[in-house]
């Protein structure tokens, strides 16, 4: 059988150079801002020039190459091969919950956690059960360490939400240990080059625990960066390498293989960055061919849009950035279930793009070429004029060879319209409800001595907020 295979390019071997030399330039003569003295202090260490009244840190050009070699040095972090990957999907943490129904938006709630925890068990595409939003029904101190109890409790698949606050990082930390897991801390600058001191704290403090840390940027074309991609790019790719230092300043490894790639455009109308515009699917092929370059796994926000409904909108911008990006060899695409750009989460959509990934790994799964499935016997046998409806063959692989849809219409005009000529989201809603049945009837799948320690860690975090 032959896998699909593609090597998709808008960037020739040279200007990938410049890019990577102009990038090296910035961090050469201008650096990043990192408030924080511990971090000034392992940055200097680690043989990087650091001006103590700025918290200016700048990289010599042969200091990041070297450090860059070390990296491309793990046998893992190069992965030239052209197969296409298959999709996964993660959940990113909203602030605000869509409900299509009433064409309403409202903040989030511990209960739509439980219920988004409920239905990504049933969705095969979605290895983790992430949090869909900000329980906004709690202290917001509070959140994310709830956040990961219940998860904790009542996911069979792993998962988490973002890490907020050096508070809440040291009993996150503590959960994970308790369910011996790992967890982790995005580490991501403030374009233009600059960290916040919280989250270089929160860093420092996943470091000391031995867990991972990620980087990720989200530079903004016209905005936070320079309004030509090639300018977003230089931009982008710089912040990416000196976080990339930071990681290995605050650890002492060098075992990060993600070029985790987020930048997009700004429309100048509303100010709002777009997830959608074609833009996104350039973006998505140089972001691959740079994460290439460097010898690292390829994340890229692509497989997204700006549409506030999983309408024609909706999917014909996942689908260019989507396959655009997967050709060109990006392995993770960016976080599903959201409505628009950030403005919120939405179940029906989570459900769509779990079929939609499906749908799309169907593909990759190429043309398998086999006596069997060659089926010259069967052929013969049925000779001129007949159909293969009722042979052996067929019912022995009907199932295997045919995509089967519960969302997608394959029924004609008459058939719909007697079903209730539901479309893709009236059929995605139905589904959340079928799958979320008494969810809040589910049992921990912890021991119950997990249990009863998760409890006892968010007590803890309540007396210290109130002692605080």
Known sequence: MKELQARVEVLTSEEIQVIHRSSLRILERVGVRVPHEDCLARCARAGAKVDESSGVVRFPASLMEEVLQRFRGQPEADLPDPKVAPLTGVISTQVYLVDYD???RRLGSLDDVRKGIALVQHLNNFPTANA???PSDVATELADIVCFQLIYSYSKKPGGTYVLTPFSAKHVISMAQVMDRSVWFLLDPVSPLQFRRENIEIASIFARAGQPLYIGSMVMAGATGPVTLAGTLCLHNAELLATLFLVHALTQEYRYDIYNSGPHTVDPRTMICSFGSPNQALLGICMAQLGRFYGIRRVANVG??????????CGIEK??????GGLAGIQTIGCQGLVG??????????????EWMEFYNFILR?????EETIAADVIEAIGIGGNFLGEEHTAKNFRTSLFQSKFLNRKDWETWIADGGKDTLARAHDYVGDM????????????AQQFDELARIVVLARKELQQS
Not at 341 to 354: I, K, P, T
Not at 366 to 370: H, I, K, L, P
């Open 102 to 104: 009433t064409q309403t």
């Open 366 to 370: 190429g043309v398998e070429v086999t």
């Open 341 to 354: 750009a950030d403005q919120g989460f939405s179940y029906e959509q989570l459900v769509l793009d779990n």
């Open 319 to 324: 689908a260019v950035s989507g396959v655009f």
């Open 132 to 134: 869909v939003v900000v």
């Open 436 to 447: 979320t049945a008494n969810y809040g009837a589910a049992l921990p799948v912890c021991t």
């Open 304 to 313: 997204l849009t700006d549409s506030l409904r999983p309408d024609f909108q």
